[in-house]
Protein backbone atom coordinates (compact mmCIF):
# COMPACT_ATOMS: atom_id res chain seq x y z
CA UNK A 1 0.00 0.00 0.00
CA UNK A 2 0.65 3.65 -0.44
CA UNK A 3 1.46 5.88 2.27
CA UNK A 4 -1.09 8.33 2.48
CA UNK A 5 -0.88 11.77 1.16
CA UNK A 6 -2.59 14.78 0.91
CA UNK A 7 -2.71 17.92 -1.46
CA UNK A 8 -4.28 21.16 -2.08
CA UNK A 9 -4.22 23.12 0.97
CA UNK A 10 -4.88 20.65 3.71
CA UNK A 11 -1.84 18.90 5.19
CA UNK A 12 -2.88 15.68 6.53
CA UNK A 13 -5.55 16.43 9.76
CA UNK A 14 -5.33 20.08 9.53
CA UNK A 15 -8.83 22.11 9.72
CA UNK A 16 -11.05 21.52 7.27
CA UNK A 17 -10.72 17.95 7.32
CA UNK A 18 -14.60 16.34 8.54
CA UNK A 19 -14.88 15.02 12.27
CA UNK A 20 -17.59 14.00 13.77
CA UNK A 21 -21.35 13.43 12.50
CA UNK A 22 -23.62 16.29 12.01
CA UNK A 23 -25.67 17.75 8.76
CA UNK A 24 -23.30 20.69 8.59
CA UNK A 25 -20.09 18.48 8.57
CA UNK A 26 -18.49 21.19 10.99
CA UNK A 27 -16.78 20.09 13.60
CA UNK A 28 -13.08 20.65 15.98
CA UNK A 29 -9.54 19.97 14.22
CA UNK A 30 -8.36 17.88 16.83
CA UNK A 31 -11.30 15.31 15.84
CA UNK A 32 -10.71 16.17 12.20
CA UNK A 33 -6.64 15.89 12.85
CA UNK A 34 -7.62 12.06 14.53
CA UNK A 35 -9.99 10.87 11.94
CA UNK A 36 -7.70 11.73 8.82
CA UNK A 37 -4.96 10.10 11.05
CA UNK A 38 -6.71 6.93 11.78
CA UNK A 39 -8.33 6.35 8.64
CA UNK A 40 -4.48 6.57 6.52
CA UNK A 41 -3.57 3.92 9.41
CA UNK A 42 -6.76 1.47 8.26
CA UNK A 43 -5.95 2.27 4.70
CA UNK A 44 -2.38 1.08 5.31
CA UNK A 45 -3.21 -2.01 6.80
CA UNK A 46 -5.30 -3.34 3.60
CA UNK A 47 -4.22 -6.06 1.91
CA UNK A 48 -4.05 -5.45 -1.71
CA UNK A 49 -4.24 -2.19 -3.91
CA UNK A 50 -6.61 0.59 -2.02
CA UNK A 51 -6.74 4.77 -3.10
CA UNK A 52 -9.11 6.50 -1.61
CA UNK A 53 -9.68 10.30 -2.35
CA UNK A 54 -11.53 12.74 -0.30
CA UNK A 55 -12.08 16.51 -1.68
CA UNK A 56 -13.84 19.52 0.24
CA UNK A 57 -15.56 21.65 -2.34
CA UNK A 58 -15.97 24.23 0.32
CA UNK A 59 -12.10 24.66 1.79
CA UNK A 60 -10.25 22.93 -1.62
CA UNK A 61 -8.71 20.45 0.82
CA UNK A 62 -8.12 17.00 -1.15
CA UNK A 63 -7.32 14.02 1.46
CA UNK A 64 -5.90 11.03 -0.19
CA UNK A 65 -4.89 7.74 1.29
CA UNK A 66 -2.81 4.66 -0.84
CA UNK A 67 -2.47 4.42 -4.57
CA UNK A 68 -5.00 7.02 -6.17
CA UNK A 69 -3.26 6.13 -9.51
CA UNK A 70 -3.76 2.29 -9.49
CA UNK A 71 -6.00 1.08 -12.79
CA UNK A 72 -8.37 -1.21 -12.18
CA UNK A 73 -11.44 -2.88 -13.47
CA UNK A 74 -14.07 -0.13 -13.07
CA UNK A 75 -16.83 -2.65 -12.40
CA UNK A 76 -20.35 -0.67 -12.17
CA UNK A 77 -18.83 2.49 -11.08
CA UNK A 78 -18.99 3.16 -14.86
CA UNK A 79 -22.24 3.11 -15.20
CA UNK A 80 -22.18 7.11 -13.80
CA UNK A 81 -19.83 7.99 -16.60
CA UNK A 82 -22.41 6.47 -18.89
CA UNK A 83 -25.63 7.90 -17.34
CA UNK A 84 -23.68 11.55 -17.34
CA UNK A 85 -22.70 11.45 -20.99
CA UNK A 86 -26.25 10.54 -22.69
CA UNK A 87 -28.25 13.10 -20.39
CA UNK A 88 -25.24 15.90 -21.72
CA UNK A 89 -25.95 14.99 -25.27
CA UNK A 90 -29.37 14.78 -24.67
CA UNK A 91 -29.47 18.50 -23.29
CA UNK A 92 -27.43 18.97 -26.61
CA UNK A 93 -30.04 17.44 -28.51
CA UNK A 94 -27.53 14.60 -30.19
CA UNK A 95 -29.77 11.90 -29.14
CA UNK A 96 -33.84 11.96 -27.83
CA UNK A 97 -33.73 9.46 -24.48
CA UNK A 98 -37.06 7.78 -24.48
CA UNK A 99 -38.96 6.59 -21.35
CA UNK A 100 -37.29 3.29 -22.44
CA UNK A 101 -33.90 4.91 -22.22
CA UNK A 102 -34.65 6.58 -19.28
CA UNK A 103 -36.22 3.94 -17.43
CA UNK A 104 -32.90 2.11 -17.72
CA UNK A 105 -31.44 4.76 -16.58
CA UNK A 106 -32.85 4.69 -13.34
CA UNK A 107 -32.20 0.81 -13.27
CA UNK A 108 -28.51 1.04 -13.93
CA UNK A 109 -27.77 3.79 -11.44
CA UNK A 110 -30.45 2.68 -8.84
CA UNK A 111 -29.95 -1.01 -9.09
CA UNK A 112 -26.96 -1.59 -10.53
CA UNK A 113 -28.20 -3.29 -13.53
CA UNK A 114 -26.63 -4.63 -15.73
CA UNK A 115 -28.68 -5.24 -18.75
CA UNK A 116 -30.13 -1.88 -18.29
CA UNK A 117 -26.17 -0.71 -18.81
CA UNK A 118 -25.67 -2.95 -21.81
CA UNK A 119 -28.70 -1.43 -23.34
CA UNK A 120 -27.54 1.83 -23.24
CA UNK A 121 -24.50 0.91 -24.42
CA UNK A 122 -25.79 -0.82 -27.65
CA UNK A 123 -27.27 2.15 -28.42
CA UNK A 124 -25.93 5.34 -28.24
CA UNK A 125 -22.48 4.13 -29.25
CA UNK A 126 -20.66 3.33 -26.08
CA UNK A 127 -17.37 2.62 -27.95
CA UNK A 128 -17.31 5.91 -29.30
CA UNK A 129 -17.94 7.58 -25.22
CA UNK A 130 -14.81 6.69 -24.31
CA UNK A 131 -12.95 9.67 -25.53
CA UNK A 132 -15.53 12.19 -24.45
CA UNK A 133 -14.66 10.30 -21.01
CA UNK A 134 -11.40 10.44 -20.48
CA UNK A 135 -11.30 14.58 -22.26
CA UNK A 136 -14.28 15.93 -21.16
CA UNK A 137 -14.90 13.89 -17.87
CA UNK A 138 -11.15 14.18 -16.44
CA UNK A 139 -10.29 10.48 -16.55
CA UNK A 140 -7.15 10.21 -18.24
CA UNK A 141 -6.05 6.80 -16.92
CA UNK A 142 -9.02 5.22 -18.36
CA UNK A 143 -8.68 2.01 -20.73
CA UNK A 144 -9.76 -1.36 -21.96
CA UNK A 145 -8.61 -3.94 -19.98
CA UNK A 146 -5.53 -5.21 -22.08
CA UNK A 147 -6.73 -8.47 -24.28
CA UNK A 148 -10.54 -7.56 -24.26
CA UNK A 149 -13.39 -6.13 -26.29
CA UNK A 150 -14.09 -2.98 -26.03
CA UNK A 151 -17.52 -2.82 -23.75
CA UNK A 152 -18.27 -0.86 -20.47
CA UNK A 153 -17.85 -4.09 -18.78
CA UNK A 154 -13.93 -4.73 -19.48
CA UNK A 155 -12.49 -0.96 -19.06
CA UNK A 156 -10.06 -0.36 -16.18
CA UNK A 157 -9.47 3.47 -14.28
CA UNK A 158 -8.03 4.82 -11.11
CA UNK A 159 -9.62 6.47 -8.04
CA UNK A 160 -7.97 9.62 -9.31
CA UNK A 161 -10.34 8.94 -12.62
CA UNK A 162 -13.35 9.01 -10.40
CA UNK A 163 -12.41 11.57 -8.30
CA UNK A 164 -12.81 13.78 -11.82
CA UNK A 165 -16.02 12.32 -13.07
CA UNK A 166 -18.18 13.16 -9.92
CA UNK A 167 -16.24 15.99 -10.23
CA UNK A 168 -17.61 17.12 -13.27
CA UNK A 169 -20.89 15.84 -12.27
CA UNK A 170 -21.28 18.43 -9.71
CA UNK A 171 -19.83 20.87 -11.10
CA UNK A 172 -20.03 21.24 -14.79
CA UNK A 173 -22.54 19.72 -15.67
CA UNK A 174 -26.06 21.29 -16.92
CA UNK A 175 -28.51 21.72 -14.02
CA UNK A 176 -31.13 19.24 -15.09
CA UNK A 177 -28.34 16.88 -15.90
CA UNK A 178 -26.65 17.21 -12.03
CA UNK A 179 -30.18 17.23 -10.51
CA UNK A 180 -31.33 14.29 -12.10
CA UNK A 181 -27.91 12.53 -10.94
CA UNK A 182 -27.96 13.82 -7.37
CA UNK A 183 -31.28 12.98 -6.34
CA UNK A 184 -31.20 9.55 -8.02
CA UNK A 185 -27.85 8.70 -6.69
CA UNK A 186 -28.85 9.57 -3.30
CA UNK A 187 -32.17 6.59 -3.71
CA UNK A 188 -29.62 3.87 -4.16
CA UNK A 189 -31.28 0.63 -3.56
CA UNK A 190 -29.75 -1.40 -0.93
CA UNK A 191 -27.58 -3.33 -3.10
CA UNK A 192 -25.40 -0.37 -2.58
CA UNK A 193 -25.65 0.49 0.33
CA UNK A 194 -21.78 0.62 1.23
CA UNK A 195 -18.85 2.72 0.33
CA UNK A 196 -19.61 6.26 0.12
CA UNK A 197 -23.23 5.40 2.46
CA UNK A 198 -20.79 4.61 5.43
CA UNK A 199 -20.25 8.42 5.47
CA UNK A 200 -24.15 8.04 7.48
CA UNK A 201 -27.13 9.30 7.04
CA UNK A 202 -26.50 13.26 8.71
CA UNK A 203 -23.95 13.65 5.73
CA UNK A 204 -26.97 12.53 2.94
CA UNK A 205 -24.57 11.11 0.80
CA UNK A 206 -24.86 9.67 -2.67
CA UNK A 207 -23.27 6.95 -4.22
CA UNK A 208 -22.60 4.78 -7.50
CA UNK A 209 -21.29 1.45 -5.98
CA UNK A 210 -19.04 -1.26 -8.46
CA UNK A 211 -18.09 -4.73 -7.02
CA UNK A 212 -16.81 -7.81 -9.54
CA UNK A 213 -14.78 -10.25 -9.42
CA UNK A 214 -12.12 -10.66 -12.45
CA UNK A 215 -8.70 -11.95 -13.56
CA UNK A 216 -6.01 -10.05 -12.29
CA UNK A 217 -2.27 -11.83 -13.36
CA UNK A 218 -4.16 -14.90 -13.94
CA UNK A 219 -6.07 -15.30 -10.78
CA UNK A 220 -9.44 -13.88 -9.98
CA UNK A 221 -9.46 -11.49 -7.14
CA UNK A 222 -12.06 -8.77 -6.21
CA UNK A 223 -12.95 -4.84 -6.87
CA UNK A 224 -15.30 -2.83 -4.32
CA UNK A 225 -14.76 0.34 -5.45
CA UNK A 226 -17.41 3.50 -4.78
CA UNK A 227 -17.31 6.80 -6.26
CA UNK A 228 -20.19 10.01 -4.92
CA UNK A 229 -20.60 12.63 -2.40
CA UNK A 230 -21.64 13.76 0.93
CA UNK A 231 -22.91 16.58 3.08
CA UNK A 232 -24.68 19.91 2.39
CA UNK A 233 -25.10 20.86 -1.04
CA UNK A 234 -22.41 17.32 -1.88
CA UNK A 235 -19.47 19.37 -0.04
CA UNK A 236 -17.33 16.60 -0.17
CA UNK A 237 -16.45 14.20 -3.20
CA UNK A 238 -15.32 10.49 -2.47
CA UNK A 239 -13.77 8.12 -4.77
CA UNK A 240 -11.96 4.58 -3.71
CA UNK A 241 -10.93 1.55 -5.44
CA UNK A 242 -10.41 -1.67 -3.84
CA UNK A 243 -8.42 -4.23 -5.64
CA UNK A 244 -7.99 -7.25 -2.83
CA UNK A 245 -5.22 -9.74 -3.30
CA UNK A 246 -6.52 -13.67 -4.14
CA UNK A 247 -8.41 -14.91 -1.84
CA UNK A 248 -10.54 -11.99 -0.79
CA UNK A 249 -14.23 -11.98 -0.25
CA UNK A 250 -17.02 -9.55 -1.64
CA UNK A 251 -17.49 -9.05 2.15
CA UNK A 252 -14.13 -8.17 3.15
CA UNK A 253 -13.93 -5.49 -0.03
CA UNK A 254 -17.13 -3.48 0.92
CA UNK A 255 -16.53 -3.90 4.51
CA UNK A 256 -12.67 -2.31 4.10
CA UNK A 257 -14.31 0.59 1.94
CA UNK A 258 -17.25 1.38 3.85
CA UNK A 259 -14.91 1.58 6.94
CA UNK A 260 -12.14 3.99 5.36
CA UNK A 261 -15.46 6.30 4.54
CA UNK A 262 -16.90 5.87 7.72
CA UNK A 263 -13.27 6.75 9.87
CA UNK A 264 -13.01 9.66 7.72
CA UNK A 265 -16.19 10.97 8.34
CA UNK A 266 -16.18 10.29 12.27
CA UNK A 267 -19.35 7.69 11.60
CA UNK A 268 -19.77 4.11 13.07
CA UNK A 269 -16.95 2.02 12.83
CA UNK A 270 -17.44 -1.57 11.57
CA UNK A 271 -19.91 0.50 9.27
CA UNK A 272 -23.43 -0.75 9.22
CA UNK A 273 -23.78 -1.76 5.45
CA UNK A 274 -25.78 -4.19 3.13
CA UNK A 275 -24.05 -6.47 0.79
CA UNK A 276 -24.84 -6.88 -2.64
Not at 156 to 175: F, H, I, P, W
Not at 183 to 211: E, I, M, Y
Not at 219 to 224: E, R, S
Not at 241 to 261: F, I, R
Request: aromatic fraction near 8%.
Amino acid sequence: MGASESQGRQVDGEPGAVAGLGSRGASPAASAKNQTAQAAAFVQKLPGTFGIIIRDRVTGNVWKAGDTRATTWTASTIKLAIATDLLERNQAKLITLDATDRANLDKALINSDNDAATALWNRYDGAGMLERFRSRFGMSSLAVVEGMDTFWRNLRCSAEDLQNLMSYVLEKTDGTSRAYLVTTLRKVASNQHWGVWAAGSGFKPGNKDGWVEKPVNGKNVWMTHTVGFAGDGERYVVSAMYEQPPGGTLEKGAHAVSDAVATYFGAKVPAPVTLP
